[in-house]
């Protein structure tokens, strides 16, 4: 099984419409597209879970593809890099000098 990064992504694409255009490139084991958390809008992008075979066959069919006025970019999913929990501090300055 591959994921599948599905970027540049029209805002009112949903889960089942992701599902519907790469299933015509073989079976979809799940397909998702990422929400802001708090507003629960698109963020513009989504994952989309095929068997190996049919997901080379969607990256060369989608990449490039037209959707809406956008031009979608479709590859295989990196996985997620682990961010050191250090300080946390994000390096904000401290305003508390005074």
């Given at each position: 099984m591959k994921s599948l990064f599905v970027g540049n992504l029209p805002w009112s694409?949903?889960?089942?419409?992701?599902?519907n255009k790469f299933s015509e490139f073989?079976?979809?084991?799940?397909?998702?597209v990422v929400?802001?958390?708090?507003?629960?809008?698109?963020?513009?992008?989504g994952f989309v879970d095929m068997e190996d075979a049919e997901a080379?066959?969607?990256v060369?069919?989608?990449t490039g593809y037209k959707w809406?006025?956008?031009e979608v970019t479709v590859n295989e999913?990196?996985?997620?890099?682990q961010r050191p929990r250090g300080d946390r501090s994000g390096g904000r300055r401290d305003f508390n000098r005074f």
């Open positions: 694409v949903t889960d089942e419409d992701l599902k073989g079976a979809v084991i799940s397909a998702r929400t802001d958390k708090f507003s629960g809008k698109s963020r513009g992008f080379e066959k969607a060369a069919g989608m809406g006025d956008r999913a990196r996985p997620k890099e």
